[in-house]
């Protein structure tokens, strides 16, 4: 349950053009006052995106607001977190190598004290450049944009501002399973083939990821939890293969745990009989 009275939310916007072009202050701008602190971007974890889905991480800030302003007046100022890579200025004036909010509410904490939640917005698509590239898999800064309105509705001031805090963005990968022979004689080897593929934001494909190590791992029929039997290496074409002994009924899975520029991938699990 959430604690004060909402104060200020902030509409979807689609594009990090948009909605630069909507919010980002001028680039020589006065200091508003306002303090935004104790930014959480995804939780602390990274980002993965991968071709087409769109991805709403979620986000949290405190706001401050400076003498003559309040909490009960919301229209009068606005401040938010954003991701950018390169010139601050660059990326929130053209929208390249920006990623904006899709949306946040703020919560009154008291007059000048203010919980805000939301989530930013990353939109894969071609039409979009928020992941045109794959060197877009790297660590993203944060800055944040503050602005101060006139009572008239007229831009007093506003300013961007950069953090210490940062975000990874990682490219989503999948993985493939598939046991045989399907049941199988008690003792009898199991072949377990699957395949490795990741994102490739240049392309909006996924790619075979060649050179991986991967887990193989299994769950006895009724039991809670896998355990790792065996590993191997991706092949040129990201395929996997290992042989194991049919002992008892259960499920095969590969798992890859991912790298800096890469999110974890789980294959769906693959039941064998043993009789």
């Not at 991805?55 to 405190?62: L, Y």
């Not at 989503?172 to 049941?183: H, L, V, Y």
Request: aromatic share 8%.
């Amino acid at each position: 349950m959430k604690t004060g009275r909402r104060t200020v939310a902030v509409a979807t916007f689609v594009g990090a053009l948009g909605l630069s072009v909507l919010h980002a202050p001028a680039a020589q701008a006065a200091d508003t006052g306002i303090t935004v602190s104790s930014i959480v971007i995804n939780k602390g974890k990274p980002i993965v995106v991968g071709t087409s889905k769109e991805v709403e991480p979620p986000i949290s800030f405190n706001i401050a607001l400076p003498s003559g302003y309040s909490t009960a007046d919301a229209s009068r100022y606005d401040a938010f977190p954003f991701l950018y890579r390169g010139s601050m200025t660059t990326a929130a004036d053209t929208g390249e190598n920006f990623i904006g909010p899709g949306g946040y509410t703020c919560y009154e904490i008291d007059s000048k004290h203010a919980r805000c939640e939301g989530n930013l917005y990353i939109d894969p698509h071609p039409s979009q450049e928020h992941v045109d590239s794959n060197s877009d898999a790297t660590t993203w800064k944060v800055g944040v944009s503050l602005r101060l309105w006139k009572a008239d509705g007229g831009l007093k001031t506003g300013e961007r501002e950069t953090r210490s805090t940062t975000a990874q963005l990682k490219r989503a990968a999948k993985a493939t399973t598939n046991a045989s022979p399907e049941p199988v004689t008690k003792g009898k080897p199991i072949t377990v083939t699957g395949k490795v593929t990741r994102a490739n934001w240049s392309t909006k494909k996924y790619d075979a990821y060649s050179g991986r190590t991967v887990s193989l791992q299994f769950r006895a029929k009724g039991a809670e939890t896998f355990q790792t039997v065996k590993k191997a290496t991706t092949s040129s074409t990201g395929g996997l293969k290992a042989t194991v002994t049919a002992s008892v009924d259960g499920y095969y899975r590969w798992v890859y745990y991912g790298n800096s520029t890469t999110g974890v991938a789980t294959s769906a699990a693959d039941y064998v009989d043993v009789r």
